[in-house]
């Protein structure tokens, strides 16, 4: 089972710059979210989806966007890419029951 | 609005010594909790969750934690650590109801285990 799947590994842009986190689940849950990991911050949620076509807010969405089209994919998106943002951005899954989330390998991104 | 709050951000402690590590979280609605383990350069893998029924949990690796209701915490602990339990542990409530996609985390322990 491939679980929870993220790429890119590393990524380096420039300030400005857009690119798209790209997240895959093959375990058909309802439940998908994306957090950042920053040094002695935890975890902290960017945004999250309850479905396919159904997403909101978390406690940091500013400078992201999601979209969520079909039940396994849930693409972060850095529309203008800043030094903040700095991280590293952890994708997870979690079926609509009391389950455990699911988290991917993590993508480390840094913004100059 | 719920929080998590781990009590200590790192425990240094010796191999084959007991080892318990605090959490406590505030919610106005009834909670799930977990407690999750990350090890160096990777993601992170549940140790052991709370749902209902008894207050005593049994996780993976040794690991126990106890859910106190009236003291809203629900402490890790091991009789006896391993030098590969060296990790960053976090403590994590997901909710339900209208708010069943979030998980809310502590910022973490880190965990040292010195021979």
């Known amino acids: 089972n491939a679980g929870v799947t993220q790429t890119p590994k590393f990524q380096v842009l420039k300030t400005g710059q857009s690119m798209t986190l790209q997240c895959a689940q093959d375990?058909?849950?309802?439940?998908m979210s994306w957090y950042r990991q920053d040094p002695g911050m935890g975890l902290r949620l960017i945004h999250y989806s309850v479905g396919a076509g159904i997403t909101d807010q978390g406690e940091v969405p500013n400078g992201y966007n999601v979209s969520r089209s079909t039940t396994e994919d849930f693409p972060l998106r850095l529309l203008s890419a800043a030094p903040s943002q700095t991280s590293v951005y952890f994708c997870a899954s979690r079926d609509r029951g009391a389950g455990e989330l699911f988290f991917g390998e993590g993508s480390r991104l840094t913004v100059l | 609005a719920q929080s998590v709050t781990q009590l200590d951000s790192q425990v240094p402690v010796f191999e084959e010594a007991p080892v318990e590590l605090r959490c406590n979280y505030s919610?106005?609605?009834?909670?799930?909790l977990f407690w999750y383990v990350q090890y160096p350069n990777q993601g992170l893998q549940l140790l052991l969750k709370?749902?209902?029924?008894?207050?005593l949990v049994k996780g993976i690796n040794g690991f126990e934690a106890e859910f106190n209701k009236s003291q809203t915490s629900f402490h890790l602990r091991k009789p006896s650590v391993h030098i590969s339990d060296t990790a960053e542990y976090f403590c994590a409530v997901s909710h339900f109801g209208a708010n069943a996609g979030k998980s809310t985390f502590g910022d973490g322990t880190t965990l040292t285990v010195k021979p």
């Open positions: 919610s106005s609605v009834s909670v799930y």
């Open positions: 709370y749902l209902s029924g008894s207050t």
């Open positions: 375990m058909n849950h309802e439940y």
